[in-house]
Every structure is written in C-alpha cells, then in structure tokens.
Nanobody, 124 residues
C-alpha cells in the first residue's frame, strides 16, 4: 500500500518561498509510469493541479504557476519537494501530494494515491 505524507511549515509570510516535502512509503518514486504530483485546494474553491515530476525525473508545471514553481526529488529518501516562490495570501490552501497515472490532475481518481493534505496559510 502506497502512502504519501506532506510536511512543511503551516504559516509562510508574503514574498517568501513555500517549501513542502512529500515522503513516500510502500513504493518507489522511480517506479515506471507514475507521476508524483502536487495539487492544492484554496478555501471555497476546487482542486488546482500545480505540477508533477515523472518517474524518470522530468517535470511538468501548470502554465499559471510555472514561473513560481519548482518540483524536485530526493530518490535516496524517496521524497519529492515543492517550492513555490513569491507567495501571496492567494496561495493559502490545503496542499496535497499524490501518485497519479495522469500528468495533469483535475479530480481525485480512485486508482491514485493521495496524502492527507497540509494546510498552508500565507500571512504576515
């Protein structure tokens, strides 16, 4: 059973860089044909796909966030990392990491695995 766990600060100040780590157990992030994704859900809004890193290490980003987003990985720790720069209060959301079959995620798929999510608030 694959499990994912997000970790990182719950409060970030405006203009700073948000950094979240997803730790994966029960499966390797280098396993063929999976994408390791970051998705967020602002309060009162729907899911927003932010980007993904594939099993080979290539990355994909949402066009609307591409200039501020970086996704990397540490295969020795079986982790992948999200960095979002120049945050504003509009980046306040629950942030999820997930293992998905599709590179772009618009809804939860029962065949995918998601972390429980972590609340990030951007405020001074």
């Amino acid at each position: 059973q694959v499990q994912l766990q997000e970790s990182g600060p719950g409060l970030v100040k405006p203009s700073q860089t948000l950094s979240l780590t997803c730790t994966v157990s029960g499966g390797s992030i280098t396993t063929n044909n999976y994408y390791w994704s970051w998705i967020r859900q602002p309060p009162g809004k729907g899911l927003e796909w932010m980007g993904a890193i594939a099993y080979r290490g290539n990355t994909y980003y949402s066009p609307s966030l591409k200039s501020r987003t970086s996704i990397s990985r540490d295969t020795s720790k079986n982790q992948f990392i999200l960095q979002l720069s120049s945050v504003t209060p509009e980046d306040t959301a629950v942030y999820y990491c997930a293992r998905t079959r599709s590179v772009v995620v618009t809804a939860r798929n029962p065949n995918d695995y998601w972390g429980q999510g972590t609340q990030v608030t951007v405020s001074s």
